[in-house]
């Protein structure tokens, strides 16, 4: 098998590596065609374990790019959140999408992995996700291995104490969302608040290139609001939504026809929407696909009245 071969067989897999270490679709690929490079100028008849070589190196790349992340991230405007995988549920998914088809790379799981520190996210994906050796991991990190024991430990913490709650089935998701966007048609504010967790949190990212809240939205009455408030402004903009698979869970995408995209990610737990992420920021819904019209839904009649303001 030659070496490109070889690289091909572990692409799907490095590219899952990548996007949980860094968090956008262009990043993780790039990181992926860097190992590609180191691997080619390799002296390939002496790698035994090829996966796991291709593995830490792409650790490797990723976190030296963690790290200068942090710079830029001082001067993004509002808040960071992962950039989304989107596809339809009937759909085939693209090459990327299917190599981390049922692993968990819910948005849940993502938001609490920029919590992190870039050796404590390397550490967590790396051995919890994928296995790695601490002894490797330790030399990836530059570090002793007692301490890239300890850095996993304290990831596994701050992942298990700050994700937000996500455990419903397939079933349940389309139940809540169902329930969800029914209230929000009909602008029902009680029946919003039924489905939403007292404790519910809504973040948006847009970098300033959209509207979007300065700060996370807490609490059901706030958030209920809000979403009452976002469902006016689309009626008067005739935006256009649709059920899609986001990171492997079901979401939203909303297009207006001034050309603004938004898309809803959902923690559901018990019944009830826990966390809601908006992505609006352009430059990371580069690979989302159109809204099909077939399935598109569409806000109509008179604006209820709810006592929304959206002013959040």
Wanted: aromatic fraction near 6%; charged fraction near 20%.
């Amino acid at each position: 098998m030659s070496g490109v071969d070889v690289f091909e067989e572990h692409r799907g897999h490095l590219f899952g590596v990548a996007y949980r270490l860094l968090g956008t679709r262009a990043d993780a690929e790039d990181a992926v065609q860097e190992a590609w490079l180191r691997f080619a100028a390799a002296d390939q008849s002496v790698i035994a374990d090829a996966r796991g070589w291709l593995t830490t190196v792409t650790g490797r790349i990723c976190l030296d790019v963690l790290r200068s992340a942090r710079v830029r991230r001082e001067s993004y405007i509002g808040q960071w959140l992962p950039e989304p995988l989107v596809t339809k549920p009937s759909s085939e998914p693209d090459p990327a999408d299917r190599a981390v088809a049922g692993e968990d790379i819910s948005m849940a799981l993502l938001v609490v992995l920029e919590t992190l520190s870039p050796e404590q996210r390397a550490a967590f994906v790396m051995h919890d996700v994928f296995g790695v050796p601490f002894e490797t991991l330790a030399a990836t990190l530059g570090v002793t291995t007692a301490a890239a024991r300890q850095l996993a430990s304290r990831a596994r913490k701050a992942v298990a104490d700050g994700k937000a709650r996500h455990t419903a089935d397939r079933a349940e998701q389309q139940k809540v969302l169902a329930a969800f966007l029914g209230a929000v048609e009909r602008g029902d504010l009680e029946g919003l608040l039924a489905v939403l967790a007292p404790d519910v949190v809504v973040t948006g990212d847009s970098n300033g290139l959209a509207p979007a809240a300065a700060t996370p939205i807490p609490g059901a009455l706030r958030v209920a609001r809000f979403m009452l408030g976002l469902a006016r402004m689309a009626r008067k903009q005739h935006t256009s939504f649709e059920i899609v698979e986001v990171n492997g869970d079901l979401g939203l995408m909303a297009t207006s026809p001034t050309g603004g995209t938004v898309v809803m990610s959902f923690a559901i737990a018990d019944g009830q929407v826990s966390a809601v992420w908006d992505q609006l920021n352009p430059e990371k819904l580069q690979h989302v696909p159109a809204i099909d019209a077939a399935n598109a839904i569409v806000l109509t009649g008179e604006d209820p009245e709810d006592g929304a303001t959206g002013e959040e």
